[in-house]
Structures are given as C-alpha cells and as structure tokens.
C-alpha cells in the first residue's frame, strides 16, 4: 500500500486471513478483536456510486473473515460518509445482514469535519440503531511542518482527533443526539491532554458557548477512547480523567504503528485496579457492541 504522501507499507496476511488473525490475538492474549476497516478503504474522494460499491466490498469482506469464527471475531463497517443518504442506506444494510453493531469513521471527511450539519443523519442514524462510531484520522494531503520524520501520523493523527473533538464539543452535536457513541482513536489524540486549556477558553471566549453551555469536561467524558498511547503514565492519566469505563483496548495491528503488547502496557499502568483492568480489557468494549452491562 502506497499513499500519496510517499510512505508505504505491506499488506500483511493479518489484513484479510482470520486465521493468521486469530494467531496473532492467541500471542498477544486477546479473545475477542473488532475487525475494523483500514483508513485507505474510506475512499471519501469519490463519486456515489464509486462510494458504496467500494463500502458495501470492504464490508461484505469484513462479514467474510468475522464469520470464519463469530465466536472470536466482531465486524465494523465503512460508509460512504460524503453521499449521506447513501452512507444511512449502507449503515443500515450492515446492521440488518450481518448485525454490526459499528462503524468507523474518519475524524474529517475530505476535509470536512464531522460536526458538520450535512453530516448529521448518519450520526442520529448510528445513534437510534444502537452503533458506536469509531472516529479515526483520515489523511488529506501534505500538511505543512509535517512533511518529515512521519509526522503526518506521529502528530497529524493525534491532532486531527483533538479538531475533531472541539469541533463536536463546541458545535453543540454531543447535546443534540445524546444516545450517540463516539469512540476515538489513540487514547483521543490531543484532547484529553489540553483539557484544561479547552475549559478555559470556553470561559472567556465567546466564541466557544453560542452553541453550547456545556463544560468541556463533562463532554470530554460523552466520548469513549481506546487505550492506544504507549505510555503507562499517559493511560493512568487517561483513567484518572475519563474513568476506565470509557476506555477500551485498542491495538492497530497489524500496522507498524501497533502496540504489539497491549495487555503488557496495561499492566504497567500504575495503580492499576481490577475493577479498572476489567473495564479496559472487555467491559467497556462489550457494552459499546451491546453484549455486556
């Protein structure tokens, strides 16, 4: 797989082969892994009918490798966010044929943000079936600074989450469908981590309130996260904020951007609780995917 940005990278077994996948959750100790779409697969840059052929293929293919063993393996599907009446129509096929109970969606959608009105009916529609969203970054071209070193993904990816957040946050979206579930990628980006500046300007700055009233904080916790950020301390911070009951295990496999160990960096979390553990390690994810309390 090669983007336009110039970085590469191959196409694992892992990708499209549940047995290799299932070998793969065995060596990190997992049971049970969302089979997620990867970020490419969006194709958000084309035309309708482009769209839903490429979605309704990607999904068609994730049904395939989680009925290899349904016991093991969940399903997560892409839509064709930029076509909203076509992105509703395939939600709903996925919910009704194969009982997804996800989607995953780009933080942006070819530079749109998601908090957008046109946006809208597949987030009431996600939220009235009873599917969490799982909002991930989407590459759109060389952004400036970050040309070098892979920083489009070391620091883009984080920071696209944290536009995102503010702009759902601020643009009273979290307020006006209350049942929706937003999971994010990467521990939440940036967000969780410059909170406090967040709260402040929604203080002081005018700006920030003529769409809603709400304290940045308490919304902060309407999003769940993954557990994504490599580094224990950041994960104990991320409990301490948001409660382990919005944090789920997250891996990336089989990118190279994975962490290979999640349960191992899990347990160097400091202070860590078994009531906390037991929320990360399946609690919060089985009740996100309806099967849990």
Request: glycine share 8%; charged share 20%.
């Amino acid at each position: 797989m090669v983007h336009d940005q110039g970085y590469a990278y191959p196409l694992f077994d892992e990708f499209s082969n549940p047995d290799t996948k299932l070998e793969a959750m065995d060596r990190k100790g997992i049971d049970v892994s969302v089979i997620s779409p990867a970020p490419p697969m969006f194709y958000y840059w084309a035309d309708a009918d482009l769209a839903l052929k490429v979605a309704q293929t990607v999904n068609d293919g994730v049904a395939d490798m989680v009925a290899a063993n349904p016991g093991r393996l969940r399903g997560m599907a892409t839509v064709p966010m930029q076509h909203p009446d076509a992105a509703v129509a395939e939600l709903e096929r996925v919910v009704r044929e194969y009982g997804f109970r996800a989607i995953e969606i780009g933080t942006s959608i070819e530079g749109a943000q998601l908090a957008e009105e046109r946006f809208r009916p597949v987030l009431r529609r996600a939220a009235e079936l009873g599917v969490f969203v799982f909002a991930h970054p989407y590459y759109v071209g060389l952004k400036a600074g970050l040309e070098c070193y892979y920083l489009t993904n070391l620091i883009g990816n984080p920071l696209d989450t944290a536009v995102a957040v503010a702009n759902l946050m601020f643009s009273g979206v979290l307020e006006e469908l209350p049942e929706l579930n937003i999971l994010l990628a990467h521990g939440g980006g940036f967000a969780p981590y410059q909170i406090g500046r967040l709260m402040h300007g929604h203080k002081v700055r005018s700006e920030t309130h003529a769409r809603t009233k709400s304290n940045p904080r308490d919304l902060l916790r309407r999003f769940y996260f993954d557990s994504l950020v490599f580094e224990p301390q950041a994960l104990r911070y991320l409990i301490d904020l948001v409660g382990a009951d919005r944090i789920a295990i997250g891996t990336d496999a089989p990118f190279d951007m994975a962490d290979n160990q999640p349960l191992e960096t899990l347990q160097a979390v400091p202070r860590l609780s078994h009531t906390e553990s037991h929320e990360i390690c399946c609690g919060t994810a089985l009740r996100l995917l309806g099967e849990g309390r």
